[in-house]
């Protein structure tokens, strides 16, 4: 059964920190796009990073030059790290993986900037 594991979320002060780690099992095959999603409370889940077999990412307009997408292709794990962070940042971020079978949606791990 394939499972994301996400790690890495918590609370932070504005202008810190964070890094989030999302990690496939090997089950899942050979993974194509990686991605990381973010919901806010009454807000529709909107894309924050992406990042494909290539290396090739791109970001939404509102986190270019604080965050950065990574990805471990040896460890099927794709990471977010967040610089900067404002307290609009909070939300529930999730991890994406696509495949050439399916997709799948980690679980969602919560990140509070605090002001």
């Known amino acids: 059964q394939v499972q994301l594991v996400e790690s890495g979320g918590g609370l932070v002060q504005a202008g810190g920190s964070l890094r989030l780690s999302c990690a496939a099992t090997?089950?899942?095959?050979?993974?194509?796009?990686m991605g990381w999603y973010r919901q806010a409370p009454g807000k529709e889940r909107e894309l924050v990073a992406g990042i494909n077999t290539g290396g090739m990412t791109l970001y939404a307009d509102s986190v270019k030059g604080r965050f950065t997408i990574s990805r471990d292709n040896t460890e099927n794990t794709v990471y977010l790290q967040m610089n900067s962070l404002k307290p609009e940042d909070t939300a529930v971020y999730y991890c994406k993986v696509q495949t050439w079978k399916s997709d799948y949606w980690g679980r969602g791990t919560q990140v509070t900037v605090s002001s």
């Open positions: 090997s089950s899942i095959g050979r993974i194509d796009d």
